[in-house]
């Protein structure tokens, strides 16, 4: 059975930072290519980060700078550290896992910027 589980989410001030993590079991995560998703209320999936099973990654551009993605093979687990958050970061953070027909999602974790 496969699981995605995020954690680290939460309530944050505008310039503050949170470290998000996705902890995997159920697939041989060092092949998976894995990516951050957010939503925010009204809107549609986005797409955040991407990092390759090799560790090539890619931000879209309004993270950039900001936004750094990482994964830890050995601990399974993909990170997203967020810093300088603003109030438009404010959705609920997907982690997502794919490989061949392997397409896996976790169950998110809200992240709110505000004062």
């Known amino acids: 059975q496969v699981q995605l589980v995020e954690s680290g989410g939460g309530l944050v001030q505008p310039g503050g930072s949170l470290r998000l993590s996705c902890a995997a079991s159920?697939?041989?995560?060092?092949?998976?290519?894995m990516d951050w998703y957010r939503q925010a209320p009204g809107k549609q999936r986005e797409l955040v980060a991407h990092?390759?099973?090799?560790?090539?990654?890619n931000t879209v551009e309004s993270v950039k700078g900001r936004f750094t993605i990482s994964r830890d093979n050995a601990k399974n687990t993909v990170y997203l550290q967020m810093n300088s958050l603003k109030p438009d970061d404010t959705a609920v953070y997907y982690c997502h896992a794919m490989w061949g027909s392997g397409n896996y999602w976790g169950q998110g974790t809200q992240v709110t910027v505000s004062s």
């Open positions: 159920g697939i041989i995560f060092s092949i998976y290519h």
């Open positions: 990092i390759t099973s090799g560790g090539i990654t």
